[in-house]
Structure formats: structure tokens, C-alpha cells
Nanobody, 124 residues
Framework: QVQLQESGPGLVKPSQTLSLTCTVS??????????WSWLRQPPGKGREWIGY???????SYSRPLKSRTSISRDTSKNQFTLQLNSVTPEDTAMYFC????????????????WGQGTQVNVSS
């Protein structure tokens, strides 16, 4: 059984960098053909795909967030990390990591495993 667990600070100040880690157990992040995504859901809004890193280490990002986003991985720890720079209060959201078997920029049934989510608030 694959499990994903998000971790990171729950409060980030405006203009700073949000950094979250997803720790994966029960399966390797280097196993084909899987894609490892970050998504978020702001309060009162729909879920939004942020980006992914695939089994080979290739990345893809949401166009609106691309200039501020970086996703990397530590294969020795079986973790992948989201960094979102220059955050504003609009980046306040529940952040999720998830796995898909195919390349996707969706936010629903495309994913077979999800983390429980972690709330991040951007506030001074």
C-alpha cells in the first residue's frame, strides 16, 4: 500500500518561500511510470494542480505558477519537495501530494494515492 505524507510549516510570511515535503512509503518515486504531483485547494475554491516530478526526475509546472515553483526530489529518502517563492495571501490553501500512473494536470480521479493534505497559511 502506497502512502504519501506532506510535511512543512503551516504559516509562511508574505514574500517568503513556501517549502513542503512529501514522504512516500510503500513504493519508490523512481518506479515507472508514476508521476508525483503537488496540488492545492484554497478556501472556498476548487482544487488546482501545481506541478509534478516524474519517475525520471522530469518536471512540469502549472503555467500561472511556473515562474515561482520548483519541484525536486531526494531519492535516498523517497521524498519530493515543493518550493513556491514570493508567496502572497492568495497562496493560502490546503496543499496535497498525489500519485498518478499517467501524466496529468488534473485534480481528481487521475490520482490513485493522495496525502492527507497540509494547511498552509500566508500571513504576516
Amino acid at each position: 500500500q502506497v502512502q504519501l505524507q506532506e510535511s512543512g510549516p503551516g504559516l509562511v510570511k508574505p514574500s517568503q518561500t513556501l517549502s513542503l515535503t512529501c514522504t512516500v512509503s510503500g513504493g519508490s518515486i523512481t518506479t515507472k511510470p508514476f508521476y508525483w504531483s503537488w496540488l492545492r485547494q484554497p478556501p472556498g475554491k476548487g482544487r488546482e494542480w501545481i506541478g509534478y516530478i516524474d519517475y525520471s526526475g522530469s518536471t512540469s509546472y502549472s503555467r500561472p505558477l511556473k515562474s515561482r515553483t520548483s519541484i525536486s526530489r531526494d531519492t535516498s529518502k523517497n521524498q519530493f519537495t515543493l518550493q513556491l517563492n514570493s508567496v502572497t495571501p492568495e497562496d493560502t490553501a490546503m496543499y496535497f501530494c498525489a500519485r498518478s500512473e499517467q501524466m496529468t494536470m488534473g485534480w481528481g480521479d487521475e490520482y490513485d494515492y493522495w496525502g492527507q493534505g497540509t494547511q498552509v497559511n500566508v500571513s504576516s
